[in-house]
């Protein structure tokens, strides 16, 4: 949606005033005079090219110019380089710059549901354009989805987000984004659900490369709890993928469930990650039990250990055929120290065949029990916490490192 951003300027005397769309992936130089630009004439304090804004994937950046005489004002203070939330302005001289967003599909939904003050965007993915926000019935913030309009127009995906929303409501568990609510409103699909403020497994991954192998296993085995929970439900998650697994305070919560993308759908969005689709789920027949989310799992661990997926690359055919394939990449070959049992718990998880993949939550636990994986796994019984600990803590008490009740870990007979 280009033009969604709006950058409004306006003199202290309100003679001078414009509002020009900002373009996402581009930068515009903002001066008096700039080459090529947004000019503001009227304000002799501002420099010829002044400053530099850019639009990246939802997020307008700000940077002063070297030739910049005058300073730049954001929250009060003279700065560099900022980023500049909608709602918010900067001054220069006499002349403020506001930054407002025009989604009429947002407008649309405000409008016809009166619930939700839109506090800022936090980004799209390929399912929609997601706004922090604060939901007036509850007064808590929540992350509130937007569908595109071509995913919402497709019966299927439309209808499962509002059927598995009676079901998805009801669940409450630590390692799980509540959902608040999905509806339609004149004709826009969307969903509300809890703001997890932490950062996902692709943004650590991003950050940080590769994780520790501990944290890996801690990680792995919070989302199949996750996973579990949906299960006893009746519910396949579908859309696991490391962008849709996050953080709040240590504890890993799945996003997006229930989400099934259509693989089509996917395979020719920018954001694609076709990658992460088990072979049965290509199809689009909606074929998915527990054990496509398994083979989800696994690859987003691949991720985790060695910062790549496993079928990495742009050409979704050829994806699609890596992925459908018996082969699967070793995580050893991407990191020295996985050791045999570890690799074999992911390359497990990743198998093409359903029927050759781990059959339950607790089958995989159990593999993950096997001090020689990583270390050992401890899960709290008091809030479902699931972690590592080193194995020469066998035997012993440790506290819980979410809600420190204190926990025995395993007896392992060497
Ligand atoms: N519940 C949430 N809490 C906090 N941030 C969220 C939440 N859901 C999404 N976001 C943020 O919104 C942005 C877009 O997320 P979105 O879910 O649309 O994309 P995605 O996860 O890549 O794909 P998908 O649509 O398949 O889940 C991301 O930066 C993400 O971190
Ligand atoms: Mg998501």
Redesign the pocket.
Known sequence: MSGEFVLVARSADHWGHWEMPLKEGRSVILGRQPRDGFAVPWDAKISREHVQLSLR??RVHVQKLKSARNAVYHRGKSVGRFELEVGESFRIGGTRFELRQVDPLLQKLLKAVDRFVVKKK?????????Y?ALDRETSLPV?L?VFHPELAAQPPFRKRVLLQAKTLRDIEHANI?RLILADMAEGVLFQA?????GK?V??MVQEKGPLPLRRTVEIAAQVLRGLEALAARGLVHR?L?P??V?SRVGTMKL??IG?D?PAGWVARSE?G?LTYFPPEQLDGRGRCDLRSDLYALGCVWFYMITGQPPFPGDDPRAVAAAIRAASRPDPRQFHPKCGPRLAQCVLDLMAADPDHRPQSVADVLETMRDPALVGLSVVCKNCGTAFAVSSKLSGRTVPCKECSSPLRVPVVLE
């Not at 936090?122 to 997601?130: E, I, K, N, R, T």
Request: neutral net charge; without cysteine.
């Open positions: 994937a939802g936090l980004g799209v993915g390929p399912s929609g354009h997601v922090a992350a989805k984004a659900s809890e703001l997890v403020p996902s692709a943004r859309n993928k962008a849709n996050v996003t997006d989400l993308l954001h990650e």
